[in-house]
């Protein structure tokens, strides 16, 4: 059974309080030790903060570094409306201008086939079993009415094409008839008088997908054959009107396209996914199909006189396609120009590049034909944006250390430092700096040395930097381009350079920073150990006093119980 701990209950002495305060004294030392603890991790967030802040720093430096950052470019046409030429340029393109004059454009190869690859809506003239909704026609026809000499036709589609022509017959009172010619796979409208078709209250597309229209006279036809392939229904039931039979029993067959093989199945797949499977492949073409002129072109990805190849065993998808025997190949013409008046160029490309007219960097896309002039000047944009980021990010370093190392002393001579006035590494690493912003160019011998020849100097009395005159600074990129990358980006000397390997001491696994933070990084560990055994020792102390005034109670309830035995013997 535990000993009685209330305290004073014998003695009335509140020796627990007494406890309480001497075990307050025994953790003085443990408060110190968080006290260093708290002051090495606002140290290491100080580190953290500044190690951040000088890689930013570098970053901004490695951009400093790039060889086309200091020779940027703009290229501006003289008369944008015109819309004859588009340019652009890269770095190191000789500035001028230049005079364009395009004579002919580029094209592509086509290849088109012969017209009506799709079959006739009908074989026959009888059209009593066409239904309008399954009819191979352009677009799909769609219900509603149309006109007639001025008498409304109702279409419905699930008539079929002679209902139709009855429907014509009625609605004109047998006016105006129609039929259908095989031969020609079109529709005719005849009468004794002026057919007139159609009025703004239409609601079906019948006479647009028939290509019908009023000519004046009394007999009107399709203005060219109706039927179409169905791009969306397999290859055997699409209505082509040849027959592929160059397929294995699966239905398996293959044709290559500038010798690149493209492989098909008449009963899987439909000609758009054929289509589809072309312009996917590496034979650089695509393939489209026209079903006003029910026709397939194939078309040279590439512009210029080049060849385009097609090739397959008879009675393969291509013939009946009409994209082999019979189709027309169209050779594509190469674009020719001059440029201020030289001899005459040929590319295959619009996109005149130096591989062509041989002005390096600079690239011209002719739109069309006609006479326009390019102007290439310099463009400071980039190398003035990388060099306010640099001097942005060396200013954010050397603010912070300033404000992280200052040290006061107040009026009345009490000294208030931060929390790295103590660092002499990190003092050092801002005099350094400083010091290397002026000796990083001293011996280069360009007509720009040093950071002030460009107009850009350290605020009075600051470590800070700052653009002094940036007229100056804009003109010295835009005509010394070469000067001011040598300043930055030079192997052995340039300020860039210099002061990136500088940083890398300090930032770099195992630098410096590194090597401070571990350092705090061990202290507060073995300041935890330290913490650790306080505690320890303070727990047995509270105990062994605890313990102490316990036995101090029951002694002193002893001595009591034997004086009130006494009392009573006596009274």
Not at 444 to 452: E, F, I, P, Y
Not at 522 to 544: G, S, V, Y
Request: net charge negative; charged share 20%.
């Amino acid at each position: 059974m535990e000993p009685l701990q209330l305290s004073g209950l014998a003695s009335g002495f509140d020796w627990k309080t007494v406890v309480d305060q001497l075990i307050q004294l025994e953790r003085v030392p443990q408060n110190r030790l968080i006290s260093q603890q708290q002051v090495n991790s606002l140290k290491l967030s100080a580190l953290d903060d500044l190690e951040g802040r000088l890689e930013n720093l570098a970053d901004a430096l490695e951009d400093l570094q790039d060889s086309d950052l200091f020779f940027g470019r703009n290229a501006t046409i003289g008369d944008s409306q015109a819309g004859i030429l588009s340019a652009s340029s890269g770095a190191h393109t000789l500035t001028g201008s230049y005079s364009f004059v395009i004579s002919g454009l580029a094209t592509s190869t086509d290849q088109t086939d012969t017209l009506n690859v799709g079959s006739a809506i009908s074989p026959t003239s009888d059209v009593s079993g066409v239904t309008l909704a399954t009819m191979n026609v352009s677009s799909a026809i769609t219900a509603g009415t149309f006109s007639v000499n001025g008498q409304s036709v109702t279409v419905d589609t699930a008539d079929s094409l002679q209902d139709l022509f009855d429907a014509i017959s009625t609605a004109t009172s047998g006016a105006v008839t129609a039929s259908y010619d095989p031969a020609t796979d079109q529709l005719q409208l005849s009468s004794a008088s002026a057919i007139t078709l159609g009025n703004p209250t239409d609601t079906s597309n019948f006479l647009s997908v028939a290509r019908l229209f009023s000519n004046g006279s009394g007999s009107v036809s399709s203005t060219s054959a109706l039927g179409a392939v169905n791009l969306n229904s397999s290859i055997a039931s699409s209505s082509l009107a040849a027959s592929i039979t160059n397929v294995d029993g699966n239905g398996d067959g293959t044709f290559t396209i500038n010798g690149k093989s493209i492989a098909f199945n008449v009963n899987d797949d439909s000609i758009g996914e054929v289509m589809q499977r072309i312009n996917e492949s590496d034979a650089e073409v695509t393939i489209n199909y026209d079903a006003v002129t029910d026709q397939f072109t194939l078309t040279n990805r590439d512009t210029g006189s080049l060849g385009l190849a097609v090739s397959e065993t008879s009675g393969g998808f291509l013939e009946a396609s009409g994209l082999n025997t019979g189709a027309t190949i169209t050779l594509g013409a190469n674009a020719n120009f001059t440029v201020n008046g030289g001899g005459s160029l040929t590319s295959t490309s619009n996109i005149l590049d130096s591989s062509v007219h041989g002005i390096t960097g600079l690239s011209v896309t002719a739109q069309k034909t006609g006479t326009e002039s390019v102007q290439v000047a310099s463009d400071t944009t980039g190398a003035r944006k990388a060099i306010d980021d640099f001097i942005s990010k060396y200013n954010a370093v050397q603010s912070f250390i300033e404000d992280k190392t200052d040290i006061t002393v107040n009026d009345n001579d009490t000294v208030t430092t931060d929390v790295l006035s103590d660092n002499r590494d990190v003092s050092t690493l801002a005099r350094s700096l400083r010091t290397r912003i002026f000796a990083a160019e001293s011996t280069l011998v360009g007509a720009v040395k040093r950071l002030q020849d460009m107009g850009i100097d350290f605020k009075s009395g600051s470590s800070e930097l700052e653009i002094e005159d940036a007229d100056l600074l804009d003109t010295t990129l835009a005509e010394n381009g070469d000067d001011v990358a040598e300043v930055f980006a030079n192997s052995t000397e340039g300020l860039a350079v210099v002061l990136e390997s500088f940083i890398d001491a300090f930032t770099s696994d195992n630098g410096t920073l590194d090597t401070q933070k571990e350092t705090l990084n061990t202290q507060n560990a073995n300041l935890d150990d330290q913490f650790d055994d306080l505690e320890r020792f303070i727990e047995n102390e509270r105990d062994r006093l605890t313990n102490s005034f316990i036995r101090m109670e029951e002694i002193q309830s002893q001595l009591q119980w034997q004086l009130s035995v006494l009392t009573n013997s006596f009274f």
